[in-house]
């Protein structure tokens, strides 16, 4: 069964709009930063500004509501279900959808953490009440509640944690979802992440995972001087239907899903399947699942997130399954998104097959390998299928296979 993707929306440093976006990603830009801290409660996170030695991030602008709007509620939203509701209007919108028999598959990884570690501080300081509504936000269910409840969507609402491979987790179980419930029109698939939080630093510095480069080539996937990733924020979504159902409505459509992949090691809890074994039975899970063989694969969105172990790793497992491919890594760009990072890297590899075009990888000067085609500027592709690889904590291995649309209905 194939599946269409018919709406997107996305926020993030790069532009709050798919075509901005987009076209800010083709052109190599990029919107990490230093970043200043500001002060922190040593009472809650002792020493964690003066502890924290990393100066870049990714940082997303805050969506900005009317007062009228949302009856006023969007007062006590935190950023990530402001973000959230931002990019869920904007994916239905611009899917054309009339049906509300919908689903929300939405989550945040680590969003609800600021509004917590917001109500414990407060708490500490002797405050003996907060709103109910502001409470709220510290769940992970918060963003998928909020987006179906002001888009009136009359599907199931469900939010998850696969880590950096949440968005496949979710497009995996929502492709399930809409085969079992022939009267579920569609399904969205999103995720919010702010990362731009002390204690979220302090937690991967302590994990020795993050970059001590400069903002200017802070995250450098690919290249042999990679030294860790650069955490990003980023909010994104995208409406995802039976293709046979959005040709009947006659629905715009960016691309095609065709099958996911995942697996499980479960080895380290941070660091990835040493043997390749995981990541590669994710791949070929997917490619059956597509009915695809790996020959036919021209096009790799990697998971690269300038890690010393995991970039190579994938490198070396991509270049024996797919030698000779086009592979790019996105994070260059946009950072780390955490569980949004398999959203918006999976909205990314379906506009490179819509429009033949692939974004750079920047900041690569040496590669860690040879055998694979790894553009450095925007670059013209010849692609009909493509992967998405997401490898995450837990030993979490996931792979979504996409395909370009050319009208066909079989």
Known sequence: MKFAITGIGILNGLGDTLDENWSNLLAGKSSIEDVTWPDDDPNVLPATCNGLHINTCFKSPTPEFTRDQFDNE???????????????????KDSGLESKNVGVFFTTTIGQMEANNKILKALDKGRDKYSPKQILNGTTSYCSDQAQKYLNLQGPAVSMNGACATGTYLLDYGMKTLMTDPDLDAVMIGASETCFQPFIFYFFQNLNALSKLPAADACRPFDRNRSGFVLGEASCAYILEPLEKAVARGARIYGL????????????????????????????????????????????????????VGDELEYDLMN???????????????????????????????????????????????????????PTVETKIYAKYAIKNSFAFGGRASCAVLAKYDGETE
């Open 74 to 92: 969007h007062k006590h939203w935190a950023r990530s279900t402001k973000m959230t509701v931002y990019t869920a209007i904007q994916a239905y």
């Open 320 to 374: 024996d399954m797919f030698h000779g491919k086009v592979m790019v890594s996105n994070k260059g760009q946009i950072g780390h998104t955490l569980g949004a990072a398999s959203v918006i890297e999976l909205i990314y590899t379906v506009m490179a097959l819509k429009d033949q075009k692939t974004p750079p990888n920047v900041n690569l000067t040496d590669p860690v390998g040879t055998g694979m085609q790894l």
């Open 257 to 308: 899903v065709l099958g996911t992949g995942i697996s499980g090691s479960g080895v380290y809890d941070t660091e990835p399947d040493p043997t390749g074994h995981t990541q590669r039975l994710a791949v070929q899970k997917a490619l059956r699942a597509a009915r695809i063989d790996p020959e036919d694969i021209d096009y790799i969105n990697a998971h690269a997130t300038g890690t010393p």
